[in-house]
């Protein structure tokens, strides 16, 4: 069996990519570059909408369950945890067996955590299937991209990318209105249940369709230390940031998990100066533009994910709408991730990623601080003037970010150039929701008492105020059997402006989060190995 060499030109000094499966061309569908975006993107889909449509259903879990916030944290915690740690392996996974591979292995476990979730009847089983779903997730997002980068031509790659983010857009902030309507129609165990039959089209997709592309000098060996000094550093890290509001920040045990963190990866960076071919060439970090990459991801996941888990409480708790009017809520700012991300891939490709990016970051800025300003009794209207605004800003920096770091990579790193991408989110998606979490409990704890106190209510006793404080967090009322109706409209009357002013004051700190993003995307640039692509089949 013989290789063929796929593109010799232009590669920018990065090794031609060759298909490893004998296939002698790419005419027809296998690797018709525009049917491999089609089957990738369906693949990844599924992971982006897992994000946030378990958002939607969280209260309904947290009923039939009887869950505590906690728990519910977990839920969304434990999924972004394992995509975190494992992440960057799963590139390196597909740099040395090839994208197809791990792209399909990742697509068929997914599928099947996705069903074993909907057979759960614990919180417990729940949270271990939903790591599990997190780390066959982190084998196909890495996959999706490198795949991308070996098949579109650089002319090409931006608006493909474009694309690929509208899709992850679109999932992310479409998942809300599909677990709406799955959630009161059906039952939220239909929300994991759909992911079963995506996950089987994905899976004959990329039999028939995905070819499989390697780099010549693509890794042959394995960095068995650097895999577990990073995985350990990245765990404990999101691990300290995610028990910090129980344990408290300034306990012992956080310091103790963060400490770790950093002697993990000051001992992973050592290491990597000394292995043959090491996990992460630390060289790669030598690119301005492909670090700024990271940070923006990280940033803007944080303000993103982090504003979205409390919006959702705010619409049904606070609000009191049904799940699927608080998902049709949200439809500008899927719309305008829908719209937006395939026109920055073109705005991109004219005129470079720092302009979009730094101009996404300040409309989201803009959009968090006018999130702030919400209200018990705000209207659609103005909710949907926010919301819109919010989608319009992240859509360039979905698709200029990934261009940016991977672009600054070389083609043999494709892979773990989109781990980093996809670790860089999903580390800023716990960050967000642990950080900003944390920013409400600390909020609705200082307040809760006073303004409970201040509406003339029966005093509570520490174990009570702990309740009613857990209950406040997601925007619900502490209102015990038998309570009058006038007690009841003052305690909840308390509860939701409890909420909203730890919802404001979270939301503040993610406008914060987001400003610093628009100086972090003035160092970004054209990714300086674009035009490595293979280029193959009919554009």
Same mark, same amino acid.
């Given at each position: ?20 499966? +004998? ?15 089609? %089957? !990738? ?10 994000? %946030? ?8 879990? =947290? ?30 996974? #597909?740099?040395?067996? #090839?994208?197809? =591979?791990?792209?399909? $292995? ?11 979730? @909907? ?6 089983? !729940? ?5 599990? =779903? ?26 493909? $990318? ?16 599909? #677990? +709406?309507?799955?959630? *009161?129609?059906?039952?939220? =165990? ?5 992911? !079963?039959?995506?996950? &089987? ?16 000098? &693509?890794?042959?060996?394995? /960095? ?26 300034? /306990?012992?045990? %956080? ?16 290491? *990597?100066?000394?292995?043959? *071919? ?41 609000? @009191? ?51 702030? %300003? ?25 698709? @200029?970010?990934?261009?940016? $770091? ?30 900003? +979490? ?8 200082? /307040? ?36 009058? *109706? ?10 939701? /402006?409890?909420?909203?002013? +730890? ?16 100086? !972090? ?19």
């Amino acid at each position: 069996m013989t290789s063929q060499t796929i593109d010799t030109t232009g590669s920018g000094g990065d090794a031609p990519e060759v298909p490893s499966d +004998g296939s002698p061309s790419s005419s027809g569908l296998r690797g018709h570059p525009w049917f491999t975006l089609i %089957t !990738v993107a369906v693949g990844v889909m599924m992971v982006a909408l897992d994000g %946030t449509i378990v958002a939607i259903a969280n209260p309904a879990i =947290q009923k039939d369950l009887g869950a505590s916030f906690a728990d519910v944290q977990w839920i969304t915690n434990g999924y972004f945890l394992a995509l975190a740690v494992s992440l960057i392996t799963a590139g390196k996974l #597909g740099d040395r067996f #090839g994208h197809r =591979q791990t792209f399909l $292995i990742g697509v068929t476990g997914f599928a099947a955590a996705s069903g074993a979730i @909907g057979l759960s009847n614990s919180i417990a089983a !729940v949270v271990t299937f939903r790591v599990l =779903q997190g780390l066959f997730g982190a084998l196909l997002m890495p996959a999706a991209l490198g795949l991308l980068r070996a098949t579109f031509p650089a002319e090409k790659l931006n608006m493909a $990318i474009g694309i690929w983010g509208m899709v992850i857009g679109a999932s992310t902030a479409g998942g809300p209105i599909l #677990g +709406g309507v799955l959630v *009161e129609h059906v039952n939220w =165990q239909s929300v994991f249940f759909i992911n !079963v039959p995506v996950g &089987a089209i994905a899976l004959v997709l990329g039999l028939l369709i995905l070819l499989d592309h390697r780099a010549q000098n &693509a890794p042959r060996s394995f /960095d068995i230390l650097g895999i577990a000094l990073l995985s350990g550093a990245m765990f404990c890290l999101v691990w300290a940031l995610i028990k910090a509001p129980t344990w408290g920040w300034g /306990d012992g045990k %956080t310091w103790t998990f963060i400490a770790a963190s950093l002697l993990g990866f000051a001992l992973f960076s050592f290491w *990597e100066t000394k292995v043959k *071919e090491p996990l992460i060439p630390l060289g790669l970090f030598r690119s301005v533009p492909l670090s700024a990459g990271v940070v923006l991801m990280v940033l803007m996941a944080i303000a993103f994910m982090g504003g979205l888990f409390f919006v959702t409480f705010y619409l049904q708790n606070v609000h @009191g709408m049904k799940p699927i009017d608080a998902g049709l809520h949200l439809l500008p700012l899927t719309g305008m991730m829908i719209v937006g991300s395939p026109l920055a891939g073109a705005l991109i490709t004219k005129l470079g990623p720092r302009i979009p990016l730094a101009g996404g970051m300040a409309a989201t800025a803009i959009a968090m601080y006018g999130m702030s %300003t919400l209200q018990t009794d705000t209207g659609s209207a103005v909710m949907s003037l926010w919301f819109a605004l919010l989608g319009l800003g992240l859509a360039p920096v979905m698709v @200029g970010a990934t261009e940016v $770091i991977v672009g600054n990579a070389p083609m043999e790193l494709s892979g773990v150039a989109g781990g980093l991408q996809q670790a860089a989110m999903q580390i800023g998606g716990s960050l967000g929701t642990a950080v900003l +979490g944390a920013v409400m409990a600390s909020k609705v704890d200082g /307040d809760l008492a006073g303004n409970w106190k201040d509406a003339g209510l029966p005093p509570l006793t520490p174990a009570q105020l702990d309740q009613a404080s857990e209950a406040v967090q997601v925007g619900v009322a502490p209102v015990a059997k038998g309570t009058p *109706e006038a007690v009841v409209a003052k305690i909840t009357d308390v509860a939701h /402006d409890t909420f909203i002013s +730890g919802m404001s004051l979270a939301s503040l700190v993610a406008c914060g989060v987001a400003v610093v993003a628009v100086f !972090v995307a003035l160092l970004t640039k054209r990714g300086a190995n674009a035009d490595a692509g293979a280029g193959v089949g009919h554009i």
